[in-house]
Structure formats: structure tokens, C-alpha cells
């Protein structure tokens, strides 16, 4: 469904202040490699340029959501209707603030590849990035999505976020005031509308030694290759793990659902929790073996699995 008239889309070339390309395909933008187009998919070139088009579609009641690295993202066949925003151009850097002999301080943009964080303070001795070695994306969908492994998550050593309001207004959100759950991270009441935009996040690590640190970090990335599939497009994980017993990829396992196909989509016979794109998914596709997925697992043993991927789109 369209929602930009001719006029929004005059104004949007104009305020975007950065690039416009109408009718995007997100398979382009997503590690699935799947996804219907966006209406509009915006990359402005700087914060301020970000504040006016976020306070502009507000007022002109324009639907928006912000892309990260598309790395936990479905978007349906059918695309996202309105404007889909991408920050790399213009919240990029790692800065650090503050250093002693115990700990640092720095501030990571919310545009920044988080491998690159992780790069930037193991080289440096800072301590408490390496259990996110291997998670792709962005250092604000890292956040947004509080990512994290068994070793460690986002909220561990997040002190405190800078986000921006649908009105275009830049807010400190210390890490008290977040809801830090399992994959989630949900902001105050008073800016808890989804359209709010993460611009950076303030990391405190603990001072390490650099030869320690990368030792560790050889580890967890052939720990990651050995048991998850990396060569074929997926989201990572497709259901968050139950809170007791038996993880989702375990129940998937035992379920007899390895290496069950719909279309280009495969539940992968590396680990159980992944759908593959073997080539010529759809997004209807990998939906559908989703739902047969929780349908079996539930059958089989009255769990409901809940998605950890995002899905978007009509
Ligand atoms: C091979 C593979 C392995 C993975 N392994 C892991 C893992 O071990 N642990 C784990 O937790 N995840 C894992 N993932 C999932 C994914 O990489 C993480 O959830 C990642 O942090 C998502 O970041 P992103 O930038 O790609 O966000 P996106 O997928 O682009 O977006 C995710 C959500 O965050 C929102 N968002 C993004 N940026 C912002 C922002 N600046 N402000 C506000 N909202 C924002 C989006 O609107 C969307 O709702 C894996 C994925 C793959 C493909």
C-alpha cells in the first residue's frame, strides 16, 4: 500500500539531504536476501539532516522505520509501505571518552558495524566486547535488539544511550531507565514509540590485556563457524530460547524439523534454530516454515516458540 503522495515525495528529495531511492528492493538491504520493496528508502548525510526528515515526517504523519544492517529482519514480499531510514552515512565514529588504568569509556555511533567495535577495543586491551564477535549488523540494532550470546549481552556493558524523538529532540537515556530483557531493550514510557532513533550508545569496558583479549576472541569466532551456518544468507537465530529447559534450536532438533524445505527456505542442518536461503527464498517462504515450525514444536511438546527475528512490512 502507498503512502507517500507526489507531494511527500518532492519534499522528501528535498529534506532528505542525503540519498532518496524510491521502490528499493530490501533484499538488497537484509541478510536473508529477501524482502519486497521500500516505498522510500532514505540515507541522510548528517544528524542534523536526520532530525529535520524525522520531525518532517511527523508532521506529516508519515509512517518510518530505521534499518540497521537488516541482519534480524524479514521484510515481507509485499515491501514496507513509507520511509525506511538508514543511519551509516550519518551516525558513524568511535570515540573514546574517558580512560584510566581500570576501565573506558567511549561512545560507539549507532551507524558503526558492530565487528568494528569489537575490533577497535580489542586492539586497544578494552574488555567486554568479545562475546558479540560474529553477530553482524549495527552498533544501534545491537543495542535495539539488546544482541548477545550465552557469554554476554548488549546491557552488560551499555552505559547509556543518546536517542532521538519523533520530534526531532536528542535525549540521554541512562541504562537505569531501560527494560533490559532477553533480546530486548525498550526505552522509558515517555519515548517508548518505536520511531525513536538510537544515535549512539556509551560502552564501559574493563582494561585487559590485548594478547588475552584476541586469544579469547579466535575461540568464540571458530566456536561461531563450528556451529553455526555462515556461508548461506540467514537472520541468525529465528526464535528466542524458551526461559527454561531445552533451548529453541534443541526442540527444533528433536522435533525431526533439520533440513525440512519450503521453497528456497531450509531449516539448516548445521543448527536447527537458523532458515537458510538456499538461493530463491521469499519471504513468504521462510513465514511459512516458521509457522509450521512453532506448529510442530508445540504439537510435539506445548511450547510456543516466539520469534527473535523482526518482521516488516503488510
Ligand atoms: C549469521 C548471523 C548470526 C547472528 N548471531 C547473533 C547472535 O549470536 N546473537 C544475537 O543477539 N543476534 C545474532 N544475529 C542477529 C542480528 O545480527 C542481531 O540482532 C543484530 O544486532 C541486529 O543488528 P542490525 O543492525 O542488523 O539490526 P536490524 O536487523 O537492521 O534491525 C533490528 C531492529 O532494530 C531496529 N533498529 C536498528 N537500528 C536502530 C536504531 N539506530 N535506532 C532504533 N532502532 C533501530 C530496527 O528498526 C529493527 O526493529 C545474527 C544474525 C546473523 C545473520
Known amino acids: 500500500m502507498m503512502r507517500l503522495t507526489a507531494d511527500d515525495r518532492k519534499w522528501l528529495s528535498d529534506a532528505a539531504g542525503g540519498s532518496v531511492c524510491y521502490g528499493e528492493p530490501m533484499a538488497r538491504h537484509t541478510s536473508f536476501r529477501v524482502g519486497g520493496p521500500a516505498e522510500a528508502l532514505v540515507t541522510p548525510a548528517t ?102 550470546t550465552a557469554l554476554g549481552w548488549m546491557s552488560d ?21 531501560l527494560r533490559v530483557a532477553y533480546r530486548s531493550m525498550v526505552f522509558p514510557d515517555t519515548c517508548n514509540a518505536p520511531e525513536n532513533v538510537i544515535i549512539s550508545g556509551r560502552f564501559v569496558l574493563k582494561s585487559g590485556d590485548v594478547g588475552a583479549i584476541k586469544s579469547e576472541a579466535r ?26 529447559g531445552k533451548t529453541a534450536g534443541e526442540l527444533i532438533d528433536l522435533a525431526g524439523l533439520k533440513g525440512y524445505k519450503v521453497g528456497g527456505a531450509e531449516i539448516s542442518l548445521k543448527h536447527a534454530n537458523f532458515i537458510v536461503n538456499t538461493g530463491k527464498a521469499t519471504a513468504s517462504d521462510i513465514l511459512t516454515i516458521m509457522a509450521q ?19 516488516e512490512g503488510e
Open 293 to 311: 515450525m512453532r506448529r510442530i514444536v508445540y504439537e510435539k511438546f506445548q511450547i510456543s516458540l516466539e520469534p527473535e527475528v523482526i518482521i
Open 157 to 177: 556493558v551499555l552505559e547509556s544511550l543518546i536517542v532521538l524523538d519523533p520530534s526531532g529532540r536528542m535525549k540521554t537515556i541512562p541504562k537505569a531507565d
Open 47 to 148: 544528524i542534523s539532516d536526520l532530525s529535520l526528515l524525522i520531525s518532517g515526517l511527523k508532521d506529516r504523519k508519515l509512517p518510518y522505520r530505521i534499518l540497521g544492517g537488516g541482519t534480524n529482519l524479514i521484510v515481507r514480499d509485499s515491501g514496507i509501505p513509507g520511509v525506511v531510514i538508514r543511519l551509516q552515512q550519518c551516525c558513524r565514529g568511535i570515540t573514546v571518552e574517558s580512560s584510566n588504568n581500570a576501565q573506558t569509556a567511549l561512545t560507539a555511533m549507532s551507524g558503526e558495524n558492530l565487528q568494528k567495535l569489537c575490533v577497535f577495543a580489542m586492539r586497544r586491551g578494552f574488555q567486554g566486547l568479545n562475546f558479540a564477535l560474529g553477530i553482524p549488523g549495527t552498533v544501534g540494532g545491537a543495542i535495539r535488539m539488546n544482541a548477545g
Open 219 to 244: 575461540k568464540i569466532l571458530q566456536q561461531r563457524r563450528r556451529r553455526q551456518p555462515t556461508i548461506l544468507p540467514s537472520a541468525g537465530c529465528i526464535f528466542k530460547n524458551p526461559s527454561t
